[in-house]
C-alpha cells in the first residue's frame, strides 16, 4: 500500500529566510503524481505546487520549488524568501493516474517568526 | 466564481444524534469528495462522487457515516447515532474530472464537529 511520511510535525523559520519541508512517500508503481497544499487556520486546502513522476525537472512555482528524488522517494518543498502569509500547516499528498484518491501524509506545521 | 461552500461552519452536538454536513461544490464540476481531519492528522478519504452515483464508499468508517448527492451539485453527509470520536474537521472538494492526477481538488472551508 501507498504511504506518505512526514517526519516535521512542526518547523519555524526567520521572516525571509528559506525553509525546507521534507516528505517521504513509499510506492511500487513507476508512475505517480505528488503534490503539496497548504492549509491555513481557515482550513481552506489550497494546492501550492504538483510534480510528475515521469519529469525529472523540479517543478517550481514563484518562491516555491520541489527536490524530487525518485530513486530515494523524497519529495522535499523549499519555501523562500519565507513571508508572514506563509504560516500554515503543509500536507504532502499522493496519487497514481490510474486513482481517484488522495493518499496524505500527516502534515508540518510551519511557523513564520518575524 | 464561488468556491466550494460547506456549512455549517461549526457544528456542536451531543452522543448519539444525528447530523447533516451539507457541501456545495464548484459549478460544473463532476467529481466530489469527502474527507475527514483528526485533530493533528492528515485527511482520511471518506467517499467519492461521480456526478451523482458514489463508485467509491469504502472509507466510510461505519454504517452510521451515509453520504448523498443530487444531480452534479449539492452532496450531503450524515452521520447517525454520533460517537465522540466522530469529532473531527470534515472537508469537501470538488473537480472537473475524477483523476486528481490532473484535475485539481478545489476544497471547502470544512465543518467542524464536535460531539460532546
Known amino acids: 500500500a501507498q504511504t506518505v511520511t512526514q517526519s516535521q510535525p512542526e518547523m519555524s523559520v526567520q521572516e525571509a529566510e528559506t525553509v525546507t519541508l521534507s516528505c517521504t512517500y513509499d510506492?511500487?508503481?513507476?508512475?505517480?503524481?505528488l503534490f503539496w497544499y497548504k492549509q491555513p487556520p481557515s482550513r481552506q486546502m489550497i494546492l501550492v505546487i504538483r510534480?510528475?513522476?515521469?519529469k525529472q525537472q523540479n517543478a517550481t512555482e514563484n518562491r516555491f520549488s520541489v527536490n524530487f528524488q525518485k530513486a530515494a522517494k523524497s519529495f522535499s518543498l523549499k519555501i523562500s524568501d519565507s513571508q508572514l502569509g506563509d504560516a500554515a500547516m503543509y500536507f504532502c499528498a499522493y496519487t497514481m493516474d490510474s486513482n481517484y484518491q488522495l493518499i496524505w501524509g500527516a502534515g508540518t506545521k510551519l511557523i513564520i517568526k518575524p | 466564481g464561488a468556491g466550494v461552500s460547506q456549512s455549517p461552519s461549526n457544528k456542536v452536538t451531543e452522543k448519539g444524534k444525528d447530523v447533516e454536513l451539507r457541501c456545495d461544490p464548484i459549478?460544473?464540476?463532476?467529481?466530489l469528495y469527502w474527507y475527514r481531519q483528526r485533530l493533528g492528522q492528515g485527511l482520511e478519504f471518506l467517499i467519492y462522487f461521480q456526478g451523482n452515483s458514489a463508485p467509491d464508499k469504502s472509507g466510510l468508517p461505519s454504517d452510521r457515516f451515509s453520504a448523498e448527492r443530487t444531480g452534479e451539485s449539492v452532496s450531503t453527509l450524515t452521520i447517525q447515532r454520533t460517537q465522540q470520536e466522530d469529532s473531527a474537521v470534515y472537508l469537501c472538494a470538488s473537480s472537473l474530472g475524477s483523476r486528481p492526477s490532473y484535475n485539481e481538488q478545489f476544497f471547502g472551508p470544512g465543518t467542524r464537529l464536535t460531539v460532546l
Open positions: 510534480q510528475e513522476a515521469y
Open positions: 459549478s460544473g464540476h463532476t467529481a
Open positions: 510506492t511500487s508503481e513507476s508512475d505517480y503524481y
